[in-house]
C-alpha cells in the first residue's frame, strides 16, 4: 500500500497541481526528507517534521512520502482553488490553521537552519549529507518553479498579449549550482521584433503592469513568483552555512 501510494503521488506530480509545480513536486518531496532527517536526529521526539512517525528510528523516504501522503495529496485537490493546505501529517504546529506552500518551504528552510550546530550523537555525518542533499533538492525545485512559470506563466501571458511574437528565453543557473532553468530574455525577444525602443518600453510597461492585473491567471503567475522568491532567499541563507566541524 506505501509502494502504490509513493507511485500514485509521484504520477499526480506530473499533472497540473495548482500552486504547486509538475516539475517541483518530486524535488520537493526530498527538500521535506532531508528536513526530516536533520530535524530527527537533533530533536527526536520532539521534532518538527513528521510528528505522527514513531520516535525509535528514522524512517526510509518511502516511509516518510506514503506518511504525509494525505497532506500531499491535497495539493492536487482543492489546492488549486484554495491555495493552502492541511499540513498536521507533515508538520507540527502550534496553529491549526491551514498554510500556503510559500509559508511551508519558507518553514522547512527555518527547520534547517534551526538544527545547525547539534551535538547529538550522528549529528555531524547527518548534517554533511543531508544539508547538501536539502540544498540541492532545494535548488532544483527553485529551478523547476522559475522554468514552468515561464513556459506555462509568463510565455503564454506575453504571447496572448502580442500575438505573434514569441519570447524568447535562456538557460541561467539557480545561484551557483549547477541547476538551471529558462528566463525570459527580453534582449533576444527584442532584436527578434526590430530593436525598436518605443517597443523595449512597450514591454516594459506590459510587464510592470502586471502587479496590479487581477485577471486569473496573471495572479497565478505572481502567486508563484512570491513562492520563487522566497526560495531564493531560503538558499542565500543557507549558502552561508558552514559545515559542522
Given at each position: 500500500?506505501?509502494?502504490f501510494?509513493?507511485l ?5 506530480s ?10 517541483a513536486?518530486?524535488?520537493?518531496m526530498l527538500v521535506?526528507?532531508?528536513?526530516y532527517v ?8 520532539t521534532r518538527t517534521l ?9 524512517v526510509?523516504?518511502?516511509t516518510f512520502?506514503?506518511h ?6 491535497q495539493?492536487s ?8 493546505y492541511?499540513?498536521?501529517?507533515l508538520?507540527?504546529s502550534?496553529?491549526?490553521?491551514p498554510?500556503?506552500?510559500?509559508v511551508?518551504?519558507k518553514?522547512?528552510?527555518d527547520v534547517v537552519?534551526?538544527?545547525?550546530g ?14 547538501p ?12 518553479r522559475?522554468?514552468e ?7 503564454p501571458?506575453?504571447e496572448?498579449?502580442?500575438?505573434g511574437t514569441?519570447?524568447m528565453?535562456s538557460?541561467?543557473?539557480v ?19 526590430g ?6 518600453q512597450k514591454?516594459k ?9 487581477k485577471k486569473p491567471d496573471v495572479?497565478?503567475y505572481?502567486?508563484h513568483?512570491k513562492i520563487?522568491t522566497?526560495i531564493a532567499?531560503s ?5 552561508s ?5
Open positions: 500500500m506505501k509502494a501510494k509513493l500514485l503521488f509521484i504520477f499526480l506530473i499533472l497540473d497541481l495548482g500552486q504547486t509545480s509538475k516539475l513536486a518530486p524535488s520537493e521535506m526528507y532531508n528536513t536533520l530535524d530527527f536526529v537533533k530533536n527526536g521526539a513528521g510528528p505522527g512517525l514513531g520516535n525509535e528510528a528514522l526510509d523516504f518511502g512520502v506514503s504525509v501522503y494525505d497532506t500531499l495529496s495539493i485537490g482543492f489546492l488549486k482553488d484554495e491555495h493552502n492541511d499540513t498536521s501529517a508538520l507540527r502550534e496553529e491549526d490553521s498554510k500556503t506552500h510559500k511551508i518551504l518553514q522547512l528552510s537552519k534551526s538544527t545547525r547539534s551535538t547529538e550523537p550522528g549529528f555531524s555525518d547527518a548534517w554533511k549529507v543531508h544539508l542533499e536539502f540544498k540541492r533538492a532545494l535548488a532544483g525545485t527553485q529551478g523547476a522559475l522554468s512559470m515561464f513556459s506555462v506563466g509568463l510565455k501571458l506575453f496572448n498579449e502580442y500575438k514569441t519570447l528565453s538557460p541561467f543557473p545561484l551557483d549550482t549547477d541547476v538551471s532553468y529558462d528566463r525570459a530574455n527580453w534582449g533576444l525577444t527584442l532584436k527578434a521584433n530593436n525598436d525602443v518605443s517597443t523595449a514591454y510597461t506590459w510587464y510592470v503592469g502586471l502587479q496590479q492585473n495572479r497565478s505572481l502567486s513568483q520563487t522566497t532567499r538558499l542565500t541563507e543557507l549558502d552555512l558552514d559545515s559542522c566541524d
